[in-house]
């Protein structure tokens, strides 16, 4: 008879009241085997993740470990039989060091106090014996997200993890941070250690996981190998239906420029600027993509282009209009249309309706607006276009904003911002955290856009879209634009150095 | 300089540093696992008060203190429990415990002992000074720590053990990370709660410490708020030395000192009205003087981040 596998869950079933988050999943991992764990928002990922993890516990159903049942009452329960689970947002101290990060809670001792050598040495035994390169006397603070995520997979490791569970992990890594931890999750594989990976992205599920499961509407409705599919037969799985995951678009034709940014800067609060004279141009009928690691500049670049931000230095023109220095409406009114990063905080009211949502920013002039007061029936009549439009599911116009998920809520800003046919549109990570049927129309509303002649400017921390979408691609790093390459010449590597603040090697 | 610098007002100085220091421990215990404690005005009020009934009821300045401490942690389960399990705002709750702690001494002082002010007795008994041969012949230092009561030394040995505790062993590590991001702490076993609740429970018996020192350190009497600011002083000298226990303790020693010398310059002839203001115009300008310091600090680590 063959070993009892490593993990697995049997029927296991989680309701939120009337809300059935997981239903009936079956789910089996062999030891030694990295397993994909699919499927789009709101599938049951994360619940099935957080009941074998013994953050949560299943109404139904059997967890085995080893082939032995578990019952955890809590994540310590799942830690000691030897469970570990990196979260997509990391839980690190600060202001510790890495090896203080490390045996948190599980200190080595000499006495009353801690043993400081034993756990230093302890930390980088671990750290030689996995290739996870870090130094431990390093203050995390410090660190950059890729070194943070490998302290999170130590601290695992500290308590003799053997099944892990990486929730997302590769959201927030550059292109190189990303191959890295693909080499420690095949080295821990190879030394037997069971992993599940949480992800949406098909090509890193096709490069690194032996097997997928795939989650639809709380339950698994396919698993496969990933020698034996292929990325459109697990889109398939995951959405119910055939999704052209190629994004087709035709040839640029680039006119003149509609967005034109000269030496713009925007004073940090330290001696170094945060964006430090950045010069583009977006012209008629081509998306340009800025790519760049998060906190690069790119927000404030954007905020100085949009004018919630003053530059301090630099201007800024859209359509030929000079707008430096000039408000929101000024900017909005000489044609800029801006789907921003933060769709919950600045691109919706959550506690407004979708009518009021899809009014703002039209509620000064005709047919909006009549002698001062709002036209209540032709806000509805445009909300309700627009929700048709663009295809919002919402119970109704008059629901609040809040209530939406998170993808219908970006379809509702992009509905929004796209009624104001402007001629400059600035696109801030508009597929973040949406799921692929909303990726899949945003992207090609994008492309819709540029092909009526105007300009767009796409900035996007996910590789894939920059390269997809773009015509033109710029790289920021530090505050500064490094990069203004065609698509021609751009390659996942060369982007992913340049991110890195490395020169590519041309 | 050296009519100026006397072995009085050594002594005086040393004594005036100890409640100060105790419930700036007390403080910055609170601060490392996140509770923001502004109570130890009110602790150390309710320990001088007990101190004085302990010491009043069996004439044992010995259990004076033990009356202290148990009374001050008593009164800070309002904290503990109130910031923690009950989910207060520490700063809305510490106010209270101030208020309550001045108006309910007040109270107990007239109930009790049919008196309102002040209370002395010749039935309390104070705490003995420990007396070192020798010592009052070493210049300043010596003179300072010549006649001191067993609080006072203890104030300073716990500087020392606070400091260990907080960086050296397992509960301390685990207390700077419950503080830190308790979400994290409680994700690798550490019971955040208790820790909160443990250490302002530990906080109060300082303060109880501190009270007794107050009361029955120097006059053996017990004056309604005489705690006077010594514990919104202690608040600043954690701010001052962010929490650390050597820089705290260093930050007591200024107040102690500037406080004896306002003393001093009383006996020199200067209006007491003036000189009374010597400490607080101190802790004004170090706030002031730190504030500087922090907003640049702050400023580059926003720099870092971004």
């Known amino acids: ?506 | 300089m050296s009519d100026f610098l006397t072995p009085f007002l050594m002594q005086s100085a040393v004594q005036a540093i100890t409640p100060i220091l105790l419930a700036a421990l007390a403080g910055a215990l609170c601060g490392a696992v996140g509770v923001f404690n502004m109570a130890m005005e009110g602790q150390m009020l309710i320990g001088a008060f007990a101190a004085i009934c302990g010491s009043y009821a069996s004439h044992s300045a010995g259990v004076g203190v033990g009356v202290a401490i148990a009374a001050s942690v008593a009164f800070s389960l309002i904290l503990a429990y109130g910031a923690t399990v009950f989910r207060g705002d520490a700063v809305v709750i510490c106010i209270g415990m101030n208020l309550l702690a001045s108006g309910l001494t007040a109270y107990l002082l007239r109930a009790l002992f049919n008196v309102s002010g002040t209370f002395s007795d010749p039935a309390i008994a104070g705490l003995s000074r420990i007396r070192i041969p020798l010592m009052p012949s070493i210049p300043i230092l010596g003179w300072g720590l010549a006649r001191q009561t067993a609080i006072t030394w203890g104030a300073w040995a716990l500087v020392i053990v606070v400091a260990l505790v907080l960086f050296k062993t397992p509960v301390g590590l685990r207390m700077r990370g419950v503080g830190e991001r308790p979400d994290a702490a409680e994700t690798l076993g550490v019971d955040v709660n208790r820790y909160r609740i443990v250490t302002v429970l530990v906080s109060g018996a300082l303060c109880g410490l501190a009270g007794a020192q107050l009361s029955l350190g120097a006059v053996n009497v017990f004056a309604e708020d005489m705690t006077a600011g010594r514990g919104w002083i202690a608040v600043v000298a954690v701010m001052l030395g962010r929490g650390h226990p050597l820089y705290c303790a260093a930050a007591c020693a200024l107040f102690g000192f500037a406080d004896a010398v306002g003393l001093r310059l009383q006996g020199l002839g200067l209006p007491n009205q003036l000189t009374d203001i010597a400490p607080y115009v101190v802790t004004l300008a170090a706030l002031a003087i730190s504030h500087r310091a922090r907003n640049s600090n702050a400023l580059g680590k926003a720099d870092r981040d971004v």
């Open chain 1, 1 to 506: 008879m063959a070993p009892a596998p490593e993990l697995e869950a049997i029927g296991v079933v989680k309701r939120y009241g009337a809300l059935l988050a997981n239903d009936h999943i079956d789910l089996t991992v062999e030891s030694g085997e990295i397993l994909a764990v699919m499927g789009e928002n709101g599938a049951g990922k994360s619940t099935l993740m957080s009941l074998l993890y013994g953050l949560q516990r299943p109404d139904e159903g059997r967890i085995l470990l080893r082939g032995a049942e578990v019952r955890f009452s809590s994540a310590l329960d799942a830690i000691a039989a030897g469970m570990g689970m990196v979260h997509q947002a990391f839980k690190l101290f600060d202001s510790l060091t890495v090896w203080e990060n490390v045996v948190f809670g599980a200190e080595p001792r000499r006495g009353p106090f801690i043993d400081r050598r034993a756990a230093r040495a302890q930390v980088e035994s671990l750290t030689e014996a996995h290739g996870l390169r870090v130094d431990p006397d390093a203050i995390v603070g410090a660190l950059s997200v890729g070194v943070r995520q490998r302290i999170e997979i130590l601290k695992a490791l500290y308590r003799r993890a053997r099944v892990l569970i990486l929730d997302e992990p590769t959201a927030v890594l550059t292109p190189q941070e990303r191959d890295g931890l693909f080499a420690v999750m095949r080295r821990l594989a190879g030394e037997g250690r069971t992993i599940l990976f949480v992800t949406h992205k098909l090509h890193e599920a096709m490069a690194i996981a032996d097997r997928v499961t795939v989650l639809r509407d709380a339950r698994v409705v396919a698993r496969m190998r990933t020698s034996q599919t292929t990325q459109s037969e697990i889109v398939r799985a995951m959405t119910g239906r055939n999704v052209d995951l190629q994004i087709s678009r035709g040839v640029a034709a680039a006119g003149a420029p509609l967005l034109e940014v000269e030496g713009l800067t925007v004073a940090g609060a330290g001696a170094k600027p945060l964006v430090e004279g950045a010069s583009f141009q977006v012209r008629a009928g081509e998306i340009v993509g800025l790519a760049g690691v998060a906190g690069n500049g790119q927000t404030e670049l954007v905020e100085a282009l949009t004018g919630l931000r003053v530059p301090d230095k630099g201007a800024v023109r859209v359509a030929g209009a000079t707008l430096t220095a000039r408000d929101v409406a000024a900017h909005r009114h000489a044609g800029l249309a801006y789907i921003p990063e933060d769709r919950v905080a600045v691109g919706a009211a959550l506690g407004a309706d979708a009518t009021d949502n899809l009014a703002m920013g039209f509620h000064r002039a005709a047919p909006l607006s009549h002698r001062g007061l709002l036209n209540v029936a032709a806000m509805v009549k445009r909300a309700r276009e627009l929700i048709a439009k663009f295809n919002v599911k919402i119970a109704s116009e008059r629901a609040l904003a809040g209530s939406l998920s998170g993808g219908n809520l970006q379809k509702m800003v992009v509905a929004r911002e796209l009624s104001h046919e402007a001629p400059v549109l600035i696109a801030e990570q508009p597929t973040r955290g949406v799921d692929i049927g909303a990726i899949e129309f945003i992207h090609g509303q994008l492309i819709a856009e540029r092909d009526i002649g105007r300009a767009v400017l796409l900035v996007s921390a996910e590789l894939t879209e920059i390269l997809g979408l773009s015509d033109r691609i710029l790289v920021m790093y530090e505050g500064r634009i490094v990069a203004d390459m065609a698509r021609s010449q751009a390659s996942e590597e060369k982007l992913g150095l340049l991110m890195a603040g490395r020169t590519a090697a041309s």
